[in-house]
């Protein structure tokens, strides 16, 4: 069972930028960001894959940029130029490989941006 420790929320102006933090217990392969914006369901923020294969969503390319450590234990977020359209919970998701086709896969408890206009 791997544990997620979610941190670097909190209220930002607009324009500013945010920097996330999720630390893992365990080595994980692949690690994304989610989020939940008031009144709209989860959608993904950024993904890497353990190929180091990266995706972004349209509404963050080009100010955003995920990035994880050498132990491929803590996965970082940083989105720039934020506007109060990115105000959301930001969930971090991990996954370990539990055979061919399978992951085991594993949530944060969430972190509340709010972007001030």
């Known amino acids: 069972q791997v544990q997620l420790v979610e941190s670097g929320g909190g209220w930002v102006q607009a324009g500013g930028s945010l920097r996330l933090s999720c630390v893992a217990s365990?080595?994980?392969?692949?690690q994304r960001w989610y989020r939940q914006r008031p009144g709209q369901e989860r959608e993904l923020v950024a993904g890497?894959?353990?190929?180091?294969?990266?995706e972004y969503a349209h509404s963050v390319k080009g100010r955003c940029s995920i990035s994880r450590d050498n132990a491929w234990k803590t996965v970082y977020l940083e989105i720039n130029n934020l506007t109060p359209e990115d105000t959301a919970v930001y969930y971090c998701?991990?996954?370990?490989?539990?055979?061919?086709?399978?992951?085991?896969?594993?949530w944060g408890q969430g972190t509340q941006v709010t972007v001030s206009s």
């Open positions: 998701y991990v996954a370990q490989s539990s055979g061919p086709g399978k992951w085991q896969e594993y």
């Open positions: 365990e080595r994980t392969e692949r």
């Open positions: 890497m894959t353990r190929d180091q294969l990266i």
